[in-house]
């Protein structure tokens, strides 16, 4: 049997295991930052209506919308690692909904295999020819939910696509959306028949950080507003794919000062000769941390990056980056707890 047939096979009796959420929207199209001429207060406002928009369904999640929304105007990605019923899915499906884009959910599942993910060639009997179908990795949202079920081979499949807006299936490179965002989950609570992410796929996140139990007066507001309906059927879109490119592009204008920059390098670098650190955080958290930092200058208003901005970010974006050495994570040392002493031990740029 042919290989390509069987794994076609495969990808066709699973397809409705996989596409378990697919707005049908067409792909937002390629967009060149440089030629585009932005404009901070209308780009912060289109940041104010999605929010808002999302608030609305997400109760008491200001912050953890804020980090959303800061990681996708910034080009990362995200993982949320959260309690089961937090809302995480809801909240991937909200955003999606709020900018009118293709939103597409993958349960990561043991059995997922990458071109499940990525897709495959089935041969077509009339054409004599392999025709490429495409996966659920071609779409802009991507909810990659659970992922640490899947073998490491699976999770490997998102590896390029996230470092690179590219995949490579069969010999030949797929570009895709310039607005492809990842948002994946995990349960931290049950480690059974899971898959721990490497590190390599953790670097690749530009955020990790949870949702948490809302107040009391949240929660109850969620059980008065889900009493009929959920609001999610009732979210329309808030911004357009154009207004959507125009924040992305504003948020890479915001201007960061050398000073700063040469803060980020230094608290960065410092995660590499901590103490209890195995393996301290990689340039690339650098780069994650810039980008993230300007996205919440543009939320504020601001025309340039605050030391406050970088403050407010460094913890989610650096501390799933670092491995602890054994001793440190035995006598109860925490990722989160060295990247904040770091921070405040590294003077502030005047």
Known sequence: MNN???HGSSSVLSEERVFLEDDRVPPAKSFTPNNMTTNSPAA??????????????MRGQSTAVRRLLAAFASGGHVLLEDYPGTGKTTLAKTLARSIGVQFKRIQFTPDLLPSDILGVSVFDQREQTFRF????????????????RASPRAQSALLEAMAENQVSVEGERRHLSDLFFVIATQNPVEFRGTYPLPEAQMDRF?????????????????????????PLENIQAAASVDEVILLKCATQQIRMSEELKHYIVKVV???????????????????????????LALFDGEDFVHPEHIHEIAVPVIAHRLVLDPQARFSGTTTQSIVTDILKKIPVPA
């Open 4 to 6: 390509k047939n069987h």
């Open 44 to 57: 912060r406002e289109i940041y104010r209506k999605i929010a808002t928009n999302i608030e609305s369904v």
């Open 133 to 148: 179908h495409e996966g659920p990795i071609f779409t802009n949202i991507l909810l990659a939910d659970e992922i640490n």
């Open 269 to 295: 670098s410092a995660t590499r000769s901590a103490t209890g650190v195995q393996l301290g955080a990689s340039p690339r958290a650098s780069i994650a941390l810039m980008k993230a930092a300007q996205a």
């Open 206 to 230: 530009a955020m990790q950080f949870n949702l948490g139990y809302v107040s009391a007066d949240h929660e109850v507001a969620v059980l008065s507003a889900q009493a009929k309906h959920h």
